[in-house]
């Protein structure tokens, strides 16, 4: 049943009833900070009517005794006397510009020294997050460039917490939501942010043209602004995106990136930067280089408590020893990178981790210990709902079955692999190249020709449960 109360019986004042209409704006609780920025009249304080709202159980405190909520059916109730008040769209308002500000907060700590306990306070603040992007799209779409400003602005400053979280899908749907709103097109740091959101989102998908596309326009607005913040990012951003249509050029701008952030003593841009200047190193065979760039943007990361950065650094560093054949040096920096991730909560890097340090095992000669971590890789990929990573994981499950002579089931296992790593969506991959296709094809070597098509045509119809099915032994298949 849905609460009502009946003001004419009821001792609480008129600022008090004011005030408890006001706090149903906030999705997911607040603090008592944002309930006096955003209920509060200029000037005043709303501490009292908060007081007395919580000694009526009209507001309550959570567990951890730092944040106020109201129960559903009483904010349901408070919803429509707020809109019965005609504050509906005023309110909520100020509310997207104090979690516009929230945005900033955890932009700013993730990309300074307080990386993790920003990605924690943006998991607390998603529901509020996302009602001020709703409702400052609204108002943008009808057409109101403040409105349109301030949520590219927000899209921009979330880039990095939604890549973390894996969110990039909703980052990208944002991101282009409020910049096709833009009808302007003017030149802004809003602008230039959603641009560097979007560029994330879409090199994520696999969409690097288009990444690239949009990185490049974000470069260009930042620097008809002056900019140096958008400078820096959308540089590194452009290399990123080159590393599978152009490394020469995109090691040209990461090094341009290293010195431009150095440069506005920006350290995390530097170290991002130094680590995409490590992994275009690798790619164009030049490792040397590559292991002096990820060890300078890992000492950068280690001093400012950047664990997604420091992540991308080791995982880096751990490819480098598994090419030289240090397998061993490969797993230790491999199982570094992991914990680095999981202290920042990026599951979507813990599944490649998982991946290439299952490879690893595989190398060594360590199908068991391989075929546990491709199934842990596996988990982390639906963790993040990306078949795509899920295909990518089943090669090396395949290549697992033909190191331990079942070539059979190697084939259907392929087959089914090949068709859900070629699905759009999201996948954490900085090379195209898996070792999978030497094994495949040693696979095709051990059987007829005939037995070959037959094993490719079933394992095109396997679902993926049942590809991960035939990749489970006796020792881990599930009682």
Not at 5 to 16: A, K, N, P
Not at 129 to 152: K, V
Not at 423 to 441: Q, S
Request: glycine share 10%.
């Amino acid at each position: 049943m849905r609460a009502t109360i009946d003001w004419s019986h009821s001792l609480l004042t008129d600022q008090e009833q004011r005030l408890f209409r006001r706090l149903a704006v906030f999705a997911g609780g607040c603090t008592v900070a944002d309930v006096e920025a955003v209920c509060a009249e200029g000037g005043e304080s709303c501490l009292d009517e908060l007081e007395s709202l919580l000694d009526e159980a009209l507001v309550q405190v959570d567990g951890r005794a730092d944040r106020l909520g109201m129960l559903q059916t009483i904010g349901e109730f408070a919803r429509e006397q707020l809109a019965v008040a005609g504050e509906t769209g005023a309110i909520a308002l100020r509310h997207a510009r104090r979690y516009a500000e929230r945005a900033r907060e955890i932009r700013d700590g993730i990309e300074g020294t307080e990386q993790v306990s920003s990605v924690e306070g943006g998991i607390t603040e998603e529901g509020n997050l996302q009602a001020a992007i709703d409702t400052l799209l609204e108002i943008a779409r009808g057409g109101d460039a403040n409105a349109t400003e301030l949520g590219m602005q927000v899209c921009g400053d979330l880039w990095m917490y939604w890549h973390v979280r894996g969110k990039n899908v909703t980052a990208r749907e944002h991101a282009r939501a409020f910049l096709d709103a833009d009808t302007r097109r003017t030149p802004t740091a809003g602008r230039a942010g959603a641009l560097i959101t979007a560029g994330l989102a879409s090199w994520m998908l696999g969409q690097y043209e288009q990444s690239l596309d949009e990185c490049a326009e974000a470069h260009r607005i930042a620097t008809e602004i002056g900019g140096r913040r958008e400078i820096c990012i959308a540089a590194l951003m452009q290399a990123l995106a080159l590393i599978f249509l152009d490394p020469e050029s995109g090691l040209r701008l990461a090094e341009e990136s290293i010195e431009t952030s150095r440069a506005a003593g920006f350290m995390w841009a530097e170290g991002i930067a130094s680590t995409v200047a490590g992994i275009l190193h690798a790619v164009t065979a030049d490792p040397d280089s590559s292991q002096a760039r990820h060890s300078e943007a890992l000492e950068i990361q280690r001093r400012l408590g950047d664990w997604e950065g420091a992540g991308m650094s080791l995982g880096g560093l751990a490819q480098l020893a598994s090419g030289r054949g240090d397998t061993a040096e490969a797993i230790e920096l491999y199982r570094r990178s992991l914990a680095a991730f999981e202290a920042v909560g990026d599951r979507g890097e813990e599944a490649r981790i998982l991946s290439e340090m299952a490879w690893t095992h595989l190398a060594d000669g360590d199908p068991t210990r391989a075929r546990a971590t491709f199934f842990e890789s596996v988990q982390a990929h639906t963790d993040v709902a990306s078949v795509r990573g899920i295909g990518l994981s089943l090669i090396g499950l395949a290549a697992t079955e033909v190191a331990e002579h079942r070539p059979e089931n190697a084939l259907r296992i392929a087959a089914a692999a090949e068709v859900y790593a070629q699905e759009e969506g999201i996948a954490v991959i900085y090379t195209e190249h898996t070792p999978g296709r030497e094994f495949v094809n040693q696979a095709h070597a051990a059987l007829p020709a005939d037995a070959v098509a037959r094993l490719t045509e079933a394992g095109r119809k396997l679902t993926i449960k049942q590809a991960l099915d035939l990749a489970r032994t006796p020792q881990t298949a599930p009682a």
